[in-house]
């Protein structure tokens, strides 16, 4: 197989990439040992200057690998309207009675903190103006 980039032609060596696949053995990640070699592996393959096309299609398959694992076990978006509170107070070393002015009473306060009572839109909005943020981190969806 030929590819062409610009003038030059780069032909792919299946046997070059028989000998990286065998040296590596990239196969479906099932931990987190697994995910940090293949990682590492990237991570070497990144520094080098001009891969050649064998070693790029190994990256390519090494990435799709990570992605999977990843999009698997680590919920990026697996934050609520409580922790995304929880977090922005610890952020700035908030203290509940630091949102009394915002929430009404430290009652309320301390219910939200300690996840008993949802945000209320109303809330949600002097939360959004207090933190600088956009209100709807504050709402379930």
Same mark, same amino acid.
């Given at each position: +197989?030929?590819?062409?980039?610009?003038?030059?032609?780069?032909?792919? &060596?299946? &046997?070059?990439?028989?000998?990286?696949?065998?040296?590596?053995?990239?196969?479906?990640?099932?931990?987190?040992?697994?995910?940090?070699?293949?990682?590492?592996?990237?991570?070497?393959?990144?520094?080098?200057?001009?891969?050649?096309?064998?070693?790029?299609?190994?990256?390519?398959?090494?990435?799709?690998?990570?992605?999977?694992?990843?999009?698997?076990?680590?919920?990026?978006?697996?934050?609520?309207?409580?922790?995304?509170?929880?977090?922005?107070?610890?952020?700035?070393?908030?203290?509940?009675?630091?949102?009394?002015?915002? +929430?009404?009473?430290?009652?309320?306060?301390?219910?939200?903190?300690?996840?008993?009572?949802?945000?209320?839109?109303?809330?949600?909005?002097?939360?959004?103006?207090?933190?600088?943020?956009?209100?709807?981190?504050?709402?379930?969806?």
């Amino acid at each position: +197989m030929t590819k062409t980039t610009g003038k030059m032609t780069l032909t792919f &060596d299946s &046997d070059r990439y028989s000998s990286l696949l065998s040296q590596y053995q990239p196969r479906i990640i099932k931990n987190e040992d697994e995910n940090e070699i293949f990682l590492e592996i990237v991570e070497s393959l990144l520094s080098r200057n001009n891969l050649t096309p064998e070693e790029d299609t190994l990256l390519e398959l090494l990435v799709k690998l990570i992605e999977d694992f990843e999009e698997t076990h680590y919920q990026i978006n697996a934050s609520t309207p409580h922790s995304r509170l929880l977090h922005l107070m610890n952020a700035r070393n908030l203290e509940p009675a630091d949102l009394v002015e915002i +929430m009404d009473t430290l009652e309320i306060v301390t219910q939200i903190i300690n996840n008993q009572l949802e945000i209320t839109k109303k809330q949600a909005e002097a939360l959004g103006k207090f933190f600088d943020v956009n209100p709807s981190l504050f709402i379930f969806n």
